[in-house]
């Protein structure tokens, strides 16, 4: 499953970052396979989704979501 | 005495600049990189027997540069040789949020700098439980490592000791960051290219893809993993957290702030508070600003000599200084507002709310703080967009910031709507006039944001938009930090725009006061014409035909065939000019032009009613012509200080010139056309 295709509240862990311009952008901000991440919230209008990871909680895109799967 | 160049680096939002501050104090100065834009601020202090010189750089999330900051920081610590070449690094962190602070850190020490690390809001990461055993990280890192608290001075004495000590050896464990069956090939990579460094080397593969047949993808997400372990590792010995001391309140608000619908209103809520005050709340400290003024005025005019140089003082000089300072309300009040947004982590929450929004315009989240500022001032929201990764959607926002209606243009309107439209009320509470400025923001906000969505589809985006952003834990604001904020923009607003309309009012005056042969002969000409008036008649009959004379009233009289379809005069056409400084310049320029012309002491408002068109003979600020200026103020880019910083921010004639074109063409075509209709 992708990211950008969860609800509100799931958790889950890291499957994959699939290749693309900004794949190690998102591994950066540490969204790395085996990670584990909670969906806190998704923007109406089909806008970012907001994540916490670890100890962090970022923001994204729903474009870039969908390049991370979940197992 | 010694010398050490020390460069404050570390990820955004740790507390760099507090630190800076506290560090340097006063002795700090402002300059420009070569070539680029950002800001670079230098300072200078004194510890035992060496003068230190510390470079802020700019805030930075990773050695792969995605804005312009955040290259021109890359760039600066890749590059370090010459003269002033970095020696030491202070490294900041975040004490509260150190993981990602680590990874930056790993990265930077492996391009081979000498690094004191500094754990700053200490103070909140103990209150949440937090514990580091530095010497743990000083032992893997290889560096000296500082707990302090920049906003509290924790620290800061330990922390600039430390900068004189030698780093602890490290055990040369070093490529973690590149898989072992790879090693072979850095190496001979490097040695092939007598490359000083690993990483340095490493970062030529993988950003310049000088080794065309390494999987530079690959290279660069192994490298994020393999040190995201080497950090989890690191972290797991050398931090504890007391789980009972730390709640999740940030959650807990999130929940409400980034409600779908709940956090909407709560925006419109919060954007409604910071209107209303620097509306409403910033005209009282305006009022005063306007009496003392106008008494300064008045004594300036009783105690020094009547003369040439009296006039210069009270009439040019004084009102252009009011002119800047009549808005220092304002600005204090919006970046008051702005500071607590910012340092409370609010912002973060705006941005990510709004970003699918703005991006239907071809801007982005980022897009809505520079937007917001625009309502005061559009100088420092250019410079606020420097935070926008993508190119096109920075751009885009520059170019329509100038339209929102800035602090600038209230004056103007408030004077053409009072004559446009008497001071009643509608139903009994709401005032006409209140509701005809409504009107004009709107305006502002509409074509804005159809200027934004025409620029999408003329600028061509060369990277693909992307958007990630780490959203800071809730924080009570800093007063310290709040009050810095605002001194320095109130004194960045002082200095530009200040000096331009202060000079723009001297020049005005000077222009206005001298002419040519026509202007000296003055008395003679009008004595003959008239010669059967008396002194007292006469006197008026001569300040007008001076000013029609002077150079100013020569400019605005060359320029009067161009205007007169928008239904103005050659004195408007002198206010137009003038006004090309800064907005606000047409109330000055009115009240210089009307007061050279009449020795009545009038409002600038009756004036205005009494004033004649030289052509048609019918009073000059009839409907027709208020509608046409209004809306010619609304589009046009008369702001030099606008233009040097869209110049300064994007470094290009091209889109400076297309800025003040499209803005000028629009005011010219709009007003004709309303003027044209309504006469």
């Known amino acids: 499953m992708k990211l950008s295709e969860c609800n509100t509240s799931f958790k889950g862990e890291i499957k994959e970052v699939l290749e693309s311009e900004f794949d190690s952008k998102l591994m950066e901000y540490g969204i790395i396979p085996g990670a584990e991440l909670v969906v806190l919230n998704k923007a109406p209008f089909n806008g970012p989704i907001y994540i916490s990871i670890g100890s962090q909680k970022i923001a994204i895109r729903k474009e870039e979501a969908s390049f991370i799967t979940l197992k | 005495m010694k010398k050490l160049h020390v460069a404050l680096i570390g990820n955004p939002n740790v507390g760099k600049t507090t630190l800076f501050n506290r560090l340097c104090g006063v002795n700090q100065k402002t300059g420009n990189y070569p070539g680029v834009t950002v800001d670079k601020k230098v300072g200078k202090f004194k510890h035992l027997d060496f003068q230190i010189e510390v470079t802020d750089l700019p805030g930075f999330d990773s050695i792969y540069p995605k804005s312009m900051d955040e290259e021109l920081v890359v760039n600066y610590l890749k590059n370090n040789s010459g003269k002033n070449h970095i020696e030491k690094v202070i490294f900041v962190a975040d004490g509260t949020n150190i993981k990602k602070n680590l990874y930056l850190l790993s990265q930077v020490k492996d391009l081979g700098y000498d690094i004191v690390l500094a754990i700053n809001l200490i103070d909140i990461a103990k209150r949440k439980g937090i514990q580091i055993d530095t010497r743990y990280l000083s032992k893997k890192f290889g560096i000296h490592v500082v707990e302090i608290s920049a906003r509290k001075g924790e620290g800061v004495d330990e922390l600039k000791s430390a900068l004189l000590l030698r780093s602890p050896e490290t055990k040369a464990d070093d490529l973690k960051y590149l898989r072992e069956e790879n090693h072979e090939i850095l190496q001979s990579f490097v040695q092939e290219n007598k490359a000083q460094n690993m990483y340095t080397a490493f970062l030529s593969i993988t950003q310049d893809n000088t080794l065309p047949e390494v999987n530079v993808k690959k290279w660069k997400s ?330 100013l009233g020569m400019m605005g009289k060359s320029i009067e065939p161009a205007i007169i379809p928008l239904g103005y005069d050659w004195k408007i056409g002198i206010a137009l000019i003038s006004s090309i400084a800064a907005r606000e310049v047409f109330v000055g320029t009115m009240s210089i032009i009307y007061s050279i012309d009449s020795e009545e002491d009038l409002s600038i408002m009756q004036k205005l009613e009494k004033e004649t068109n030289s052509n048609t003979g019918k009073p000059t600020f009839n409907f027709a012509t208020c509608i046409s200026l209004l809306l010619f103020y609304a589009f046009s880019l008369q702001c030099m200080s606008t233009i040097a910083v869209t110049y300064k921010e994007t470094k290009s004639i091209k889109w400076t010139g297309i800025q003040f074109l499209y803005m000028t063409i629009l005011a010219y075509v709009v007003s004709f056309v309303a003027y044209q209709i309504l006469v």
């Open chain 2, 222 to 551: 192994e490298e994020a993993i393999l040190r995201y372990q080497f950090v989890r590792k690191v972290l797991d010995k050398s931090i504890r957290i007391d789980k009972s001391l730390a709640t999740d309140t940030t959650s807990r608000i999130d929940s409400i702030l980034m409600h779908p619908v709940g956090g909407y209103i709560i925006f419109l809520g919060v954007l409604l508070v910071i209107f209303q005050s620097v509306f409403s709340l910033a005209s009282y400290p305006m009022g005063w600003i306007e009496i003392f003024f106008s008494w300064f005025h008045d004594s300036a005019q009783l105690i020094l000599a009547p003369g040439s140089f009296t006039s210069f003082i009270t009439e040019g000089l004084i009102p252009g200084i009011e002119g800047v300072v009549i808005f220092v309300p304002q600005i204090v009040i919006l970046f008051f507002f702005f500071a607590i947004l910012d340092e409370s982590g609010y912002m973060n929450r705006i941005i990510y709310l709004m970003d699918r929004l703005m991006q239907k315009v071809g801007m982005s989240g980022k897009s809505v703080v520079p937007l917001i500022s625009s309502f005061a001032c559009a100088v420092p929201a250019i410079m606020a967009t420097r935070t926008i990764e993508n190119k096109r959607e920075r751009l885009i926002t520059i170019l329509v910031a100038p339209l929102l209606t800035c602090s600038a243009r209230l004056p103007v309107y408030t004077i053409l709507i009072g004559l446009l439209v008497p001071n009643t009320m509608l139903f009994g509470f709401v005032s006409v006039q209140a509701l005809v400025l409504l009107a004009m923001y709107l305006l502002g906000i509409v074509t804005s944001i159809l200027a934004a969505f025409i620029f999408k589809y003329l600028i061509k985006n060369e990277y693909r938009s992307f958007f990630i952003t780490e959203m800071p834990r809730y924080l009570l604001p800093s007063i310290k930090n709040v009050f810095f904020t605002i001194w320095e923009n109130t004194k960045a607003f002082i200095w530009n725009a200040g000096k331009i309309i202060v000079a723009a009012s001297i020049i005005l005056y000077v222009l206005g006061t001298n002419g040519g042969e026509k202007y000296r002969n003055t008395e003679q000409f009008v004595q003959s014409k008239y010669p059967e008036l008396s002194q007292t008649e006469l006197a008026p009959k001569i300040s007008s035909y001076e000013l029609e004379h002077s150079y």
